[in-house]
């Protein structure tokens, strides 16, 4: 339904997304995850075609986005990150403007504005000013607009943000749903979202593409071990201490980490496969003459593999 090849955006000197390259099938909802700043929504802006990319090429729904952007955007349900609703009219009034903007108009158009109703359950606040809507029902009025030309592509900026925890689940559930019959993109730097909304994850970082997963298994390698050394040192010695912990035959990754207390280096090592490392670290202090304060075992958690994966993206 949708698929990218070497997007590249350059605004001036600056450099927003870097030959990014991904498909999306029918029927999937995939999390566009990323810090701030990534590169997500000038992603979501090309295929919606509300800028161009500096270069690569991008199609919606067999539609290129150059050759043919009306009929990518027909294709196209979009919610940006801030929603667009005119506050001053009532959510009835405002349907039958987004309804009639898009060419629906009479038994038609009112077909589709209660299908999009129904889908969002609006049909209580139908006669309120969208002013005097909570912000979970305005979310759900701009995912009305975005469905109500009956789109097979639905394309999210961050829906949930700045919604408590009970509306922010109400759109996760609604997103959900929505994506049995839709192919849906849902932009986000949340991890709990994507592991209970999406089908698969994109994780990008510095304009670049750093993973293409799904939440199972993100999942199974969060659940890998990684060994914690804190170690006597200063910022002068953590280069030369890292060499050390790369150096144990079994140790796929070492990681430095910002001490808690003055003196203090620590390292995280990640091993290759499931091998205890334990013993191999404590030799390799002693061997180089290191002062092991401590020495953990612990799992690694999504939060890990995302700083890890984005580290490396803006590296």
């Known amino acids: 339904m949708i698929e990218a090849q070497e997007l590249h955006k350059l605004y001036g000197s600056q450099t927003a997304l870097q030959k990014a390259s991904f498909k999306v099938h029918r029927g999937e909802v995939v ?4 810090p701030n700043g990534a590169g997500k929504s000038t992603t979501m802006k090309i295929l919606t075609c509300y800028i161009s990319p500096t270069s690569g090429t991008a199609t919606v729904n067999g539609c290129d986005v150059f050759d043919d952007p009306v009929g990518a955007r027909r294709a196209i349900g979009y919610l940006p990150e801030s ?4 506050y001053e009219m009532m959510v009835l009034e405002y349907l039958e403007f987004m309804a009639a903007m898009r060419g629906f108009k009479g038994v038609e158009g009112r077909r589709r504005i209660k299908t999009a109703v129904e889908q969002t359950s609006l049909g209580d606040v139908l006669g309120k000013e969208i002013r005097a809507l909570s912000k979970g029902y305005k979310q759900r009025v701009g995912l009305a607009q975005a469905l109500v030309h009956e789109p097979p592509i639905l394309i999210l900026d961050e829906p949930m943000s700045g919604l408590d925890p009970n509306q922010a689940s109400e759109i996760r559930d609604l997103i959900k749903e929505i994506g049995e019959k839709r192919t849906v993109i849902l932009s986000t730097h949340n991890l709990a979202e994507v592991q209970v909304t999406c089908d698969r994850v994109l994780i990008i970082s510095g304009g670049r593409i750093v993973a293409d997963d799904t939440p199972e298994e993100l999942t199974d390698r969060a659940g890998k071990a990684k060994y914690v050394a804190t170690v006597k040192g200063d910022a002068s010695s953590s280069a030369a201490t890292q060499k050390v912990f790369e150096k144990i035959k079994g140790a796929a990754t070492v990681r430095a980490r910002t001490g808690e ?25 002693v061997a180089a003459d290191l002062v092991l304060l401590g020495l953990e075992h612990q799992g690694e958690n999504l939060e890990d593999i995302f700083r890890e994966l984005t580290r490396v993206g803006e590296a």
């Open 31 to 34: 999390g566009l995850l990323g």
């Open 261 to 285: 207390e003055a003196g203090e280096l620590i390292f995280e090592v990640l091993p290759e496969g499931d091998k205890d490392l334990r013993a191999d670290i404590f030799k390799a202090a």
């Open 83 to 86: 929603t667009p609703l005119y």
